[in-house]
């Protein structure tokens, strides 16, 4: 399981006058889930890097208006195997 929700990064900011600690919450919607499929031409899977598995009745992710991934709500990226490409 990958980890949901808010992703917290520290930043440790040294300087003349002190330490300075600064913390940035990054909210899942900036985060990206990167989708892959199978390149199986019967079947239009594709597979989260969350975990999550979706079939398509037709065409990619960008194509059926997906922009963030239904599953863990992060944004959508679609990797396109080679052979997708080619078409
Ligand atoms: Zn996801």
Redo the contacts with the bound molecule.
């Keep these: 399981m990958s980890p949901d929700g808010v992703l917290l990064v520290i930043v440790l900011i040294m300087t003349l006058t002190g330490v300075y600690i600064m913390f940035f919450w990054i909210p899942p919607e900036y985060r990206v889930?990167r989708w892959t499929t199978d390149d199986n031409a019967d079947y239009n899977t594709w597979h989260?890097?969350?975990g999550?598995e979706w079939d398509l009745d037709d065409g990619i992710p960008e194509e059926n208006g997906m922009k963030y991934?239904p599953?863990?709500g992060?944004r959508l990226v679609q990797v396109i195997s080679q052979s997708l490409e080619k078409e």
């Design positions: 889930c989260g890097e969350c999550c991934c599953d863990c992060r």
